[in-house]
């Protein structure tokens, strides 16, 4: 069963400059797009081991400052930047991985948008829980 969020991930997949995306925590990737690993664009096989190690180092701090309101951030490894933006009061974060030259205005505001998509998501998927 794909997971409701994974559409999200697709579409945020068919922009040009993000070759990675994926909902994740420290030691973790909670969601990815429908095809996992093997949607991811080629050219992020050759970095993704230390990426992902230097992830995980970020959710460090993301952990650490969230509940403070912590909403996003950034790093920019080799050729690539990762961005994080933080799920409100959670240590999670939709996370994607884009060329170091890329134009983040619009992939910033595809990421907010997406965040919010996610988090109705969420919403229901808690209250539905709830209920049941």
Same mark, same amino acid.
């Given at each position: 069963? $794909?997971?409701?969020?994974?559409?999200?991930?697709?579409?945020?997949?068919?922009?040009?400059?993000?070759?990675?995306?994926?909902?994740?925590?420290?030691?973790?990737?909670? $969601?990815?797009?429908?095809?996992?690993?093997?949607?991811?664009?080629? #050219?992020?096989?050759?970095?993704?081991?230390?990426?992902?190690?230097?992830?995980?180092?970020?959710?460090?701090?993301?952990?650490?400052?969230?509940?403070?309101?912590?909403?996003?951030?950034?790093?920019?490894?080799?050729?690539?930047?990762?961005?994080?933006? $933080?799920?409100?009061?959670?240590?999670?974060?939709?996370?994607?991985?884009?060329?170091?030259?890329?134009?983040?205005?619009?992939?910033? $505001?595809?990421?907010?948008?997406?965040?919010?998509?996610?988090?109705?998501?969420?919403?229901?998927? #808690?209250?539905?829980?709830?209920?049941?």
């Amino acid at each position: 069963m $794909v997971d409701p969020i994974a559409p999200v991930l697709d579409d945020l997949l068919k922009l040009d400059d993000i070759l990675a995306c994926m909902v994740a925590r420290q030691n973790m990737i909670s $969601v990815m797009p429908s095809d996992g690993t093997d949607s991811f664009k080629p #050219e992020i096989n050759q970095i993704w081991d230390i990426l992902h190690r230097a992830m995980d180092d970020v959710f460090t701090v993301i952990r650490e400052y969230s509940a403070a309101g912590l909403a996003e951030m950034e790093f920019r490894l080799q050729d690539y930047e990762a961005l994080f933006f $933080v799920f409100p009061d959670t240590e999670n974060a939709l996370v994607a991985i884009i060329p170091a030259l890329a134009n983040k205005g619009l992939i910033e $505001v595809e990421m907010e948008n997406a965040r919010q998509e996610i988090q109705a998501i969420m919403s229901k998927a #808690e209250e539905t829980k709830l209920m049941a």
